[in-house]
């Protein structure tokens, strides 16, 4: 009989406990001194039968607002995409979602070769000559490519512009914090990285300049003019990336970073209230025994037939800790597997038609919401995603909307205090017109 979970009754309670010589659970933690146990109740529910527990929960889940019945125009860095019905079915295979690390090649060559997919549809789109078989998200990724370049530069400082996703700023503070390294932060200027500022901070002990592309406001950063800037104490140029805009727009690899990093759920992979996602972490060839993680190689065996290898993995497990690039101990092999695997039955022309429709539906958007005087003080070209100022507090705006069946966009005022009343817009594939209609004709009716 299968079984969601092992039940454990009362006597298997006992013949453990038997096993292992001991009379009862309590004295397992007889080592814990008294003063320091718990003494009271928990604070939560008492236990429920099986079926009195998926009542409550589907009742639970059934409050939730989703992107299947409310048209969303939420994203921040987490998008509404397009997801190919082929990707849940192949991530479902037994031999993929209970793979954990392919330690046996002889016995992992699948595994391996779809990390090694993946991390070559990652190089071609990034511009970028290698990529390692993933990250745990966008956030990590780009701290780790900050501790990278000081740890390659062997210097204490870097630069990130303004707008950076904050949560990203907010993970590479607390990874510098422990190695020491300062981080200096530059103003926004219109909703794009003040450059003047930017070459104020660049110093000789800037070990790299950290930009988004496009930016945490949907504009794209104009990476040709901020790479001369970036590299002149040389210091290294780190681009964060949404994947999925790099199918339309210059790589940064072609525009001179170091580092390419981002996070793959663009590609058939589900929001999920924020994760697991999975991000990416690409690099020029001199830098690659220095990336976290681990690469997938392909070589060939003895019989000369083409196998697939873990080549390099700098990390603390198997070389001596001074000589580790990262404490990263594992990668998000399924949710890679899941964007190789979009990415896969999109193909190019796949991607690039997903990209240009983001592109002009968010401009449409913003051409519309301009009409009602919805416009914020931003300039530059923009992805899928821009700024709007309303008359009302976000938050307010958001709870009518929801009643209306329409999941708002993001308040900037949350991050950005000089933002109150600024609410960021995305519009991907998946809107239609009519759903971009309504919302604005929703906000601009109340602002007019």
């Given at each position: 009989?299968?079984?969601?979970y ?12 038997d096993?292992?010589?001991v009379q ?7 080592d ?18 099986e079926?009195?527990l ?26 509404d ?16 979602y ?5 330690y ?11 990390i090694?997919?993946?991390?070559t ?5 990034t511009g ?15 701290a ?6 000081a740890?390659?530069t ?8 303004e707008t950076?996703?904050p949560?990203?700023r907010a993970?590479?503070k607390?990874?510098?914090k ?11 200027k219109?909703g ?22 496009p ?7 104009p990476?040709?003019n901020?790479?001369?800037i970036a ?22 690899g072609k525009l001179?970073?170091?580092?390419v990093v981002g996070?793959a759920?663009?590609f ?17 060839k ?10 997938v190689?392909?070589?060939e ?25 990262s404490n ?17 039955a ?13 592109v002009?539906?968010?401009h449409?958007a913003k ?5 009602y ?5 931003v ?6 995603e821009f ?7 976000v ?11 329409i999941?708002?966009?993001y ?9 109150q009343q ?8 998946l ?6 209609d309504?919302?604005?004709?929703e906000?601009?009716?109340r602002h007019?």
């Amino acid at each position: 009989m299968k079984h969601r979970y092992l039940p454990q009754t009362e006597q298997d309670q006992k013949d453990m406990l038997d096993v292992i010589g001991v009379q009862s659970i309590d004295e397992l933690f007889s080592d814990i001194p008294e003063k320091v146990r718990f003494k009271g109740a928990y604070n939560i529910k008492e236990a429920a039968s099986e079926t009195e527990l998926l009542r409550e929960l589907s009742r639970l889940a059934a409050k939730n607002k989703d992107t299947v019945s409310y048209a969303s125009f939420l994203g921040a860095g987490v998008y509404d995409h397009y997801q190919p019905v082929i990707v849940d079915h192949v991530i479902s295979r037994s031999e993929f979602y209970t793979a954990y690390t392919p330690y046996q090649p002889e016995i992992s060559q699948g595994e391996l070769q779809a990390i090694f997919e993946f991390q070559t549809m990652i190089a071609e789109l990034t511009g970028m000559d290698l990529a390692n078989s993933s990250m745990y998200d966008g956030g990590t990724a780009l701290a780790e490519a900050a501790m990278l370049a000081a740890g390659h530069t062997k210097k204490k400082k870097v630069v990130v512009s303004e707008t950076v996703h904050p949560e990203s700023r907010a993970v590479l503070k607390t990874y510098a914090k422990g190695q020491h390294i300062e981080v200096v932060e530059v103003p926004a200027k219109k909703g794009q990285t003040d450059l003047a500022a930017l070459e104020k901070a660049v110093c000789d002990d800037t070990a790299a300049v950290l930009v988004q592309y496009p930016n945490f406001f949907g504009v794209v950063e104009p990476l040709k003019n901020i790479e001369p800037i970036a590299h002149k104490g040389k210091s290294l140029f780190i681009v964060s990336s949404n994947p999925l805009a790099l199918g339309l727009l210059t790589p940064p690899g072609k525009l001179g970073a170091d580092i390419v990093v981002g996070d793959a759920q663009p590609f058939g992979i589900p929001a999920a209230f924020g994760g697991p996602h999975c991000g990416y972490f690409a690099v020029t060839k001199k830098l690659m025994r220095k990336v976290p993680g681990r690469l997938v190689g392909q070589t060939e065996d003895e019989n000369g037939v083409r196998g697939f290898v873990l080549t390099l993995q700098a990390r603390e497990q198997h070389i001596r800790r001074d000589k580790a690039t990262s404490n990263i101990c594992s990668n998000q092999a399924l949710n890679a597997l899941a964007a190789s695997v979009a990415m896969t039955a999109l193909g190019k022309a796949g991607i690039k038609e997903i990209a240009y429709q983001n592109v002009q539906k968010a401009h449409y958007a913003k051409t519309q919401a301009e009409k009602y005087g919805l416009k914020a003080d931003v300039e530059g070209a923009h992805f899928n995603e821009f700024v709007i100022k309303l008359q009302e507090p976000v938050k307010e705006a958001n709870k009518r909307l929801l009643e209306k069946g329409i999941i708002g966009g993001y308040d900037l005022g949350l991050d950005y205090p000089e933002l109150q009343q600024h609410m960021l817009v995305a519009v991907t594939e998946l809107r239609t017109k009519e759903e971009i209609d309504r919302f604005i004709k929703e906000l601009g009716d109340r602002h007019e």
